[in-house]
């Protein structure tokens, strides 16, 4: 782990500091207190028309501190890991949340993480061979019909190493490598013009590219855009719709993953409220959240509350049995805390609050 401006990371943060913050931030009450230390390094090129268009890369180092108190949350965050900086977002929080109640932490004690995925990173290779990946995406695209005019090739990479410690006495640290690449290509034939784009990625390092190498998401991609300047306009009116495995997903999320949140369910603003047991989609339909599948965007060894993901089914066969849940509002809601894919929902990251 690379040190920050200050010369910290949240390797430099040891337990007996963690243990601290963590009596500063329940001094003032509350039920529960917890850390996350983020160090987030992350890089992007964009190749088009055969010149590198923009080239960024980016740092954010921090720590976000949580009380919660009943229903109650309080939050702080800094980018100093300083001790004077951290036991100031300690107490901010704790002030926030303050409540009558007084719960010692409990002692913090490192868990052993199991791992779903290496962390490599695509940022290991250096700048002259992430170059040649976009490179060989915009050769391949231009070589498969002459009807292509034009391509647009990024290659993105991230690597966040996370630390999360709270007052049940949970540590649990992880390296979080993520990359993706993406081709645009654009078709144009007699007056018109259009695009296609293909792209994949994961928690993984080069050797993603040892099977699906960038040619082939440029050849797709160039295969949409020659095959859409045939396409005949949309028939207007009602007719089948058959979603494929993949992108579809995220129309899942929006219409029913949000519905599925348990803090809106608790509130009684989701139309799933209080439905559990019951059927709420057509027979045959399952839903399931679920962070442990190796190497994909979503896959986690632990999420943002140290939780370990695994299998959460959210309908069965039509039938409602579950909603995604923290461990805030599965305390309230009397369930079970799931660790989410991605660990969405739980807290703001120090980087993004």
């Known amino acids: ?5 200050r010369g910290r ?62 229903d109650r949350t309080g939050y702080a965050y800094t980018d100093d890991l300083s ?64 009807r292509i005019e034009k391509v647009v090739a990024t290659l993105a990479d991230e690597v966040k190493h996370v630390r999360i410690a709270n007052s049940a006495g949970v540590l649990a ?29 994961g928690r993984l390092g080069p050797e993603f590219f040892e099977e699906r190498p960038p040619e082939h998401f440029a050849r797709e991609a160039a295969r949409m855009a020659v095959t859409l300047l045939g396409a005949k306009e949309a028939p207007a009116g009602p007719m089948p719709v058959v979603l494929a495995p993949g992108w579809p997903g995220i129309l899942l999320h929006e219409a029913v993953g949000h519905g599925l949140e348990g803090d809106f369910n608790r509130k009684g603003t989701s139309a799933f409220s209080g439905r559990i047991g019951e059927r709420v989609a057509a027979a045959g339909v399952s839903v399931v959240d679920d962070g442990s599948i190796p190497d994909r965007r979503g896959s986690l060894n632990v999420d943002d509350e140290g939780q370990v993901p695994g299998r959460t089914v959210l309908i069965e066969d039509g039938i409602l049995r579950g909603y995604l849940q923290d461990r805030l509002n599965s305390g309230l809601m009397g369930m079970r805390p799931r660790a989410t894919a991605a660990g969405r929902g739980t807290r703001p990251s120090p980087s993004r609050a």
């Open 83 to 146: 001790w004077p900086a951290m036991a100031r977002a300690a107490q901010t929080a704790a002030h926030i949340a303050s409540d009558t109640r007084a719960v010692a932490p409990q002692a913090v004690t490192p868990s052993p993480v199991e791992r779903r995925y290496a962390p490599a990173a695509i940022g290991a290779l250096g700048l002259t061979e992430r170059i040649a990946l976009v490179e060989r995406a915009e050769r391949a695209a231009h070589a498969y019909d002459p």
């Open 9 to 70: 990371t949240p390797a430099d943060v040891d337990i007996a500091e963690m243990e601290r913050l963590l009596s500063l931030a329940l001094d003032r009450g509350g039920g529960f207190a917890d850390l996350y230390f983020e160090h987030h390094r992350t890089s992007s090129i964009l190749l088009e028309e055969g010149i590198i268009r923009t080239a960024s890369a980016g740092l954010t180092c921090g720590l976000g501190v949580r009380v919660v108190a009943g």
């Open 173 to 201: 640290e992880d390296v979080q490598p993520l990359f993706s690449i993406r081709v645009s290509a654009i078709a144009a034939e007699h007056g018109v013009r259009r695009e296609g784009t293909a792209g994949g990625g």
């Open 1 to 5: 782990m690379v040190a920050d401006e």
